[in-house]
């Protein structure tokens, strides 16, 4: 059983920076994918950004050329570094992550969010 650990949510003005972490451990295969997705008041679950173990990444229209998603395949630790924060973009910031077993067999697993508030 996977667990994961997010941080780094938190309160920032406009325009401004927060880095999200996310923590896998448990695992006794591969983690294949990491990402992020949000959810704000009201709004369906949305994917932020997502990154594969060979740093393939992807990212969701609004977010483009302002967030980065990165992770550290040793530590099993995938990071979003958000720039040019907007009202917008307050949510509850789920991460994401899949791991691959033998014979191919895939298991999903959701971190409990971390509350980002972009505020002035």
């Known amino acids: 059983q996977v667990q994961l650990v997010e941080s780094g949510g938190g309160l920032v003005q406009p325009g401004g920076s927060l880095r999200l972490s996310c923590a896998a451990s448990g695992s006794n295969f591969t983690i294949e994918n990491m990402g992020w997705y949000r959810q704000a008041p009201g709004k369906q679950r949305e994917l932020v950004a997502t990154i594969t173990r060979a740093y393939i990444t992807n990212y969701a229209d609004s977010v483009k050329a302002r967030f980065t998603i990165s992770r550290n395949n040793a530590k099993n630790t995938a990071y979003l570094a958000m720039d040019s924060l907007k009202p917008e973009d307050t949510a509850v910031y789920y991460c994401?992550?899949?791991?691959?077993?033998?014979?191919?067999?895939?298991?999903?697993?959701w971190g409990q969010g971390t509350q980002v508030t972009v505020s002035s």
């Open positions: 994401n992550v899949m791991e691959v077993g033998p014979w191919g067999r895939s298991s999903e697993y």
